[in-house]
């Protein structure tokens, strides 16, 4: 337990494998009398300074509550003793301990109250992540001390006091919504009520809470509970025990030893044995909570949907009355995670005073003690868009939005189901017999509880018996349940606990056995899913480094575990889960673990989790590398059941009965419900070495233990390996718990500077691993199409990019508006921007001032302010929450690369910082703030394209223009031009152009990247031919510019006859080309051919540089290769085939070069001779000709080619459209590949007589060996399914 060590006491050697380490009392101190409970009342200061109150006022109101009825406050439990004084391995703390018997401090009760014990266990999480258990029955017990009750009544006077003054100065309307609140006429109830809530010291005996504790290092939770209700039974009995309640204590804590793995173990208690059991090395790791209960609380739909959360490591909030059942479900949820480890903060029971807790920005698991009467809503929660909030008691859960499905959910719960209902669980979430009668008195007092002025009557404590008799409410009620679905017979009020254990003593074994073999059957379900999912996770996990100290040295910057590859190698429904939950600390834990096993004894979850594997490939005789989808399941529930039964069937050991001890005569008095005054001297130490299990095998099973727990103990290379896991793995680690000892302001302030750190080092991380595989991705894929990943992983590190920003937009609010804290915020800066009008009119503009082109015309500049974003994102209808919004936002400013700089203008409203933040909120802690902005600054450096691939449906204003190269030609043209923008999501269809305009907007449904342009006009008028250097096209939400490339004519009669173009598009950088040519050593992404390639080509002048043959087969294999590479890609990641065919250095303009090459292209009067020109003469030989083949297969096989080249030409010649020459030629290469008759093609143009008229001696195409090779390589394209875009063949029939 956290808090300083304490110099060993004696006895305590055999720690280690001693079934219990302490007993704890805990109670009210007769010395000091009625305390407030100081953490209390500093929770309401707290509260208060949370709500913005001034602090006295806070400090007047919790000193001394008027408000509340003496019996319903809090005040100050204190631990009165505890046996042994310390332990090496396990230091005592006591405010913990304290704190967690009694998380409300003491309760008083009367003899009119209910008095039944009540049972609950907690954790206390080192700072090393071991644990401790602590199980605890509260009972009450009779206040003798006079001064006690006279303090007492004298709280009931002054609170007596404070209510009549408070009801006179109100009007008499709230005496009579009190009356009414009752059922009508029933007066004696209403006197019932208030004799109930007063204090006579003369006529009522007043009762105090007092607690019973063991703490032990394993969970056996049914073995504790049941030594502890037969020491509260020795208590209340008329008979004292056989043996003074010493000797029963003194034998649990030295004279039983824990079970070894896979044996069982009987104990004696005070009355009758007691048996436990632990799982053997191989089994699931020990669990003693029943599952039954909590998927009866929670329903088994709910259950998988949380755990899921727990599993993405979100926010997870348990909340119920009973502090029992917060354990049971925190405990079952995280056991079901196997062979993962929740590594976050883990609190199943959250004092009051830690309240503040919830405000922690990093995932966690809590549970809070919901107040009996308190509405969820009231429940302010300081952040919500990562939170799954889980009401137990009303089988209520709310999901954060966008959570993704477990993996063969449906499957998966149908195999639960039939375990459930095998055990007689219903799958529906039920109400304990328990939680009914709590649920009928809540009915009923309700009204009365809720009302602050009304005498507080405190509902969980009136008799029930005494309350309802002779009520007509309770027929009423019944009817009402029955008609809700609740079991009548179900209602009847709580028995006491006692009389409860003797009625069903005889069924109690049966009972318990059914629960630990539902208990490990349901496990094993959970941890067979696990082994299916992971089994072959071994394959991708990347063992780097050499030795251990150079991999913990390095670990941060290692790559563990190839997530690409385990990714393509699953089931596309699977990926948004899995995508996500690779990312988790869990996950990375479970990899560091099996890296770890190289050199050191593996995990024990690990070492289980990998025999299963190695036992399922055992049986399943399919390949290993096959993956199968088909839902596979647990094979192993009877002989996990049987191992349990034969375990309690046959017990294994058999611990010390308990003996007589040298005691002191005459001290500890037995006295019928009163606990005794134990002799200390007795139970601080143990035996001496001098019994059987002390000595066997004690050395071992130290060693064991203390490599479990321990690390410290282990000497230096341990140390080194924590202080390397600690800094390696991200935040939390070291806050798994917060620390309970100390609460002063100062502690609260560090805490949160630990956060404000992590937060930090977090998003350091979170960037960097959003570079990495940014970079990562563009270094493969230099020189060659995208430089851009899509899809899931950038998805799931974007999804937790936006969690990160929620949860530091959450930490240290001042008070909360709406789930999204950041989405608020930016709300509450529009609302001052929007005031300040004369400031918005001017919004920032960003990058160069104008884009000019060579030709002076200009698009013009985009405006872009923060204000405007969100405008946009205002005006989307498809989103609903501001959750969501946040989000969109988020995505947004990525793609417009201005994330940075708007949060930075957020941020700079100071006074808004400072009416919404605590002083140490990490947006008000100057320097780490900038950091943050600077690592978020860091991702400019790539393009995402997170909004617009993810709002594929919304509707986008694009902006259009031409830009003529005026020296050459006019500038508009007389004819009537059109356009169609195409991108990967879909098209604009052809646009008119207005007449002597070149700048157009038009708003359609987003096209996704952009990717051709089709130009064209009709020819008509005089001055009809037209020069285009390029057109530009932007995005006018997230400022996406794009350039096409032309360079080219259109007209008839002019360059090669053309009408219209195909374009195809480059994303233009932010900053000036000629500036981002010096900065960038990347090639350019690719585009539309130039002219100066063509001109190269087809000039007489010889000035411009030719290719050489050996260049031009170096293009074709790149190009080829390109597009080979494309389709290796996962399908999410590809980038445009378009520009591989078609781009600057596609696999279009490779196979010009070839034809070009040897071309005899002198201009005979003056006309320009295009490889079309060969290609029509080609056709026209094949179709006058009968060719005659060395067989008749061959002539047949020649005659179906020269068929389809001569009906791809006649289609694309025919087709509806004005395309030019080149253009001709560049579609049907696209045909060709698509249908994959180009290595068909190439031969018979090589061989066709035309070929020795227009081509010179030398040329590629003459020379047999260069066209096989040629062959050869397009043949590699013969596997791959080629889908062209519909802009590059439109028109063309065949």
């Known amino acids: 337990m956290s808090g300083s060590a304490v110099p060993p006491g004696p006895g305590s050697g055999s720690a280690p ?44 109101k919790s000193g001394e509550n008027f408000d509340q009825s003496p019996l319903r406050r809090t005040f100050k439990s204190k631990v009165l003793a505890h046996y042994p004084q ?17 998380p409300k401090g003491l309760s008083f009760r009367t003899q009119t109250d209910n008095r039944d014990p009540q049972f609950h266990s907690f954790i206390i999480t080192r700072e090393d992540g071991s644990r401790t258990y602590g199980f605890v029955l509260t009972f009450y017990e009779e206040v003798t001390s006079k001064q006690i009750c006279t303090a007492m009544q004298t709280l009931y006077q002054m609170h007596n006091a404070e209510q009549c003054s408070s009801v006179c100065a109100s009007s008499s309307c709230s005496m009579d919504s009190l009356a009414s609140s009752l059922d009508e006429g029933d007066s004696t109830s209403l006197a019932k009520m208030q004799r109930y809530n007063s204090y006579d010291i003369n006529r009522d005996t007043l009762y105090v809470s007092k607690s019973i504790c063991l703490i032990a290092p394993l969970p056996f939770m049914q073995a504790c509970k049941k030594f502890l209700i037969q020491l509260y039974k020795a208590v209340t009995s008329q008979q004292p025990p056989p043996l003074p309640l010493e000797s029963y204590i003194h034998n649990i804590l030295y004279e039983v030893p824990l079970p070894p793995p896979g044996r069982s173990l009987k104990l004696y208690g005070v009355y009758e044995p ?57 405990e079952g949820i995280t056991t079901l995670l196997f062979p993962f480890q929740w590594q976050h903060v883990y609190v199943p029971i959250l004092p009051a005073s830690l309240l503040h807790f919830l405000d922690a920005p990093v995932p966690y698991l809590m549970g809070l003690q919901s107040k009996e009467g308190t509405d969820r809503s009231k429940l302010e929660l300081p952040q919500e868009a990562n939170l799954c909030f889980v009401d137990i008691d009303n089988h209520f859960i709310e999901l ?57 009557i405190p509902s969980n404590t009136i008799n029930m018996y005494e309350l309802l008799k002779g009520n007509e409410t309770i027929a009423r009620l019944q009817a009402l349940a029955k008609r809700t679905g609740v079991a009548v017979d179900k209602m009847s009020i709580t028995v006491p606990l006692v009389e409860k254990e003797r009625d069903v003593k005889l069924q109690c074994e049966e009972g318990e056995l059914r629960d630990y073999k539902l208990n490990v059957q349901l496990r094993e379900v959970f941890a067979n899913r696990f082994t299916q999912m992971f089994s072959d996770y071994e394959a991708f ?165 203390r490599l479990r727990q321990h690390s410290e103990h282990i000497g230096l290379d341990n140390d080194l390996r924590e202080k390397y896991m600690q800094e390696a793995r991200t935040l939390g680690k070291n806050l798994r718990q917060p620390k309970l000892s100390d609460l002063s302001p100062a502690v609260i302030a560090q805490t949160n500077w630990k956060f404000v750190e992590g937060l930090l080092k977090e998003c350091r991380m979170k960037t960097k691993r959003m570079l990495v595989e940014k970079m990562g991705h563009e270094a493969v894929e230099l020189g060659h199409g995208e430089a851009n990943i899509t899809g899931l992983e950038e998805n799931t590190l974007i999804a937790s990019l936006c969690d990160l920003l929620e949860r530091i937009w959450s930490h240290g ?207 008509s008028g005089l001055l009809a031919k037209w020069l285009v250097d390029c057109v530009m096209v932007r995005n006018e939400i997230t400022g996406h510019t794009y350039k096409f490339p032309c360079g080219r004519w259109l007209g008839k009669g002019v360059d090669d006859g053309s009408l219209e173009r195909i ?82 250095n596609g696999l279009v303009a490779a196979l010009e070069q070839v034809f070009h090459h040897g071309f005899k292209s002198a201009r005979i009067f003056h006309k320009n001779v295009f490889i079309w020109d060969f290609i029509e003469k080609t056709v026209a030989y094949f179709e006058t000709t009968d060719q005659a083949g060395d067989s008749e297969e061959d002539v047949l096989l020649q005659k179906s080619s020269y068929a389809t080249f001569c009906r791809y030409v006649n289609a694309i010649n025919t087709a509806p459209r004005s395309i030019g020459k080149d253009g001709k030629f560049q579609i049907l290469v696209c045909l060709g590949t698509r249908d994959h008759f180009l290595p068909q093609w190439i031969p018979l143009l090589a061989e066709c007589p035309a070929i020795t008229r227009m081509y010179e001696e030398n040329a590629l195409l003459r020379d047999r060996m260069t066209v096989n090779t040629l062959i050869r390589v397009l043949q590699t394209l013969q596997d791959f399914n080629i889908i062209l875009e519909g802009s590059l063949i439109k028109g063309v029939d065949v």
Not at 19 to 46: K, N
Not at 86 to 102: G, H, K, R, T
Not at 419 to 436: D, I, K, N, R
């Open 86 to 102: 310390n332990i090496e391995w396990n230091p005592f703390d006591q405010d913990a301990v304290n704190m967690l018997c009694m």
């Open 813 to 1019: 609010l001042q008070v909360k508006q709406g789930k999204s804290a950041l989405w608020s915020h930016l709300i509450q800066y529009q609302d001052r921007e929007e005031k300040q009008e004369h400031l918005a009119e001017s919004p920032v503009a960003i990058g160069p001032e104008r884009r000019k082109s060579d030709t002076g015309l200009v698009l013009p500049t985009l405006r872009v302010s923060l204000i405007s974003d969100m405008r946009h994102i205002q005006n989307m209808s498809e989103i609903k929450t501001d959750v969501g919004r946040a989000r969109a936002w988020i995505r947004l400013s990525l793609e417009k690369k201005l994330l940075s700089q708007h949060l930075k203008q957020l941020l700079s409203n100071q006074a808004l910082a400072k009416k919404l933040y605590k002083r140490y909120a990490f947006l008000r802690c100057e320097e780490e703030r900038e950091q943050f902005l600077y690592h978020l600054l860091s991702l400019n450096a790539v393009n995402y394209f997170c909004f617009t691939s993810v709002f594929t449906t919304i509707v986008i204003p694009y902006r259009t223009v031409i830009i003529p190269i005026k020296k050459l030609s006019n500038a508009i043209t007389t004819s009537n031009p059109w356009i169609c923008v195409s991108g990967e999501l879909g098209d604009t269809g052809i646009m008119q152009i207005p007449k002597n305009l070149l700048e157009m907007t038009f708003e359609c449904q987003n096209l996704g990247k952009l990717t051709t342009v089709q130009l064209g006009h009709d020819n």
């Open 400 to 456: 954060p939005e966008e959570l993704p499905q477990f993996p063969n959910k449906l499957d998966f719960i149908q195999e639960i189901s039939e375990v459930l209902l095998q055990f007689g669980v219903p799958l529906e979430a039920t109400l304990h017999s328990s939680e009914s009668a709590t649920k009928l008195k809540n009915l009923v007092l309700s009204e009365l509880a809720n009302d602050k002025k009304n005498g507080n």
């Open 541 to 705: 996990v990347i063992q780097a480094a050499q030795d251990r100290e150079s991999w913990l040295t390095n670990r941060e910057q290692m790559q563990n575990f190839d997530k690409a590859s385990f990714l393509s190698d699953q089931s596309e429904p699977y990926l948004p889960f899995l995508s996500h939950f690779i990312e988790t600390q869990m996950f990375a834990t479970f990899i560091d673990n099996k890296i770890m096993s190289q050199w050191e004894e593996k995990d024990p979850f690990l070492r289980v989790f990998d025999l299963r594997i190695d036992k399922m490939r055992l049986y399943n005789v399919r390949a290993p590398t096959l993956r199968t989808s088909a839902y596979q399941k647990c094979n192993t529930l009877k002989e996990a059941a049987q191992a349990i039964e034969q375990r309690l069937s046959k017990i294994d050991h058999t611990a010390i009965h308990p003996h007589l001890l040298d005691m002191k005569i005459g001290q500890g008095k037995y006295e019928q419900g009163f606990f005794p005054k134990l002799q200390s001297d007795v139970l601080a130490t143990g035996p001496t070495n001098n019994n059987r299990w002390v000595s066997r095998s004690a050395t071992a099973q130290r060693r064991k233990d």
């Open 17 to 60: 494998c001693r079934f219990a380490h302490y007993f704890v009392l805990c109670g009210i101190d007769a010395d000091s009398g009625l305390e407030p409970d100081e953490l209390a009342v500093l929770y309401q200061w707290l509260e208060a300074d949370r709500l913005g109150k001034t602090s006295d006022t806070a400090d007047r």
């Open 274 to 330: 007691i048996v436990c059991q632990r799982p053997g090395p191989n089994e699931l790791p020990l669990f003693d909570y029943p599952l039954r209960e909590a998927f009866e609380l929670l329903g088994l739909e709910n259950l998988i949907q949380v755990f899921t959360c727990v599993l993405l490591e979100m926010q997870i909030l348990l909340y119920s009355q009973d502090y029992q059942r917060l354990m049971t479900v925190a």
């Open 1063 to 1144: 374009l195809i598009g480059e994303l233009v950088s932010s900053t000036s080309d000629e500036d981002l040519a010096k900065q960038c050593r990347t090639p350019p992404q690719q585009k539309s051919p130039t002219t100066a390639r063509r001109l190269s080509i087809t000039t007489l002048t010889g000035k411009a540089t030719k290719p050489n043959a050996g260049q031009i087969q170096e293009g074709i294999g790149e190009a080829v290769n390109n597009i080979v590479k494309h389709f290796h890609k996962p399908e999410k990641e590809r980038g445009s085939l378009t520009v591989l065919l078609c781009g600057e």
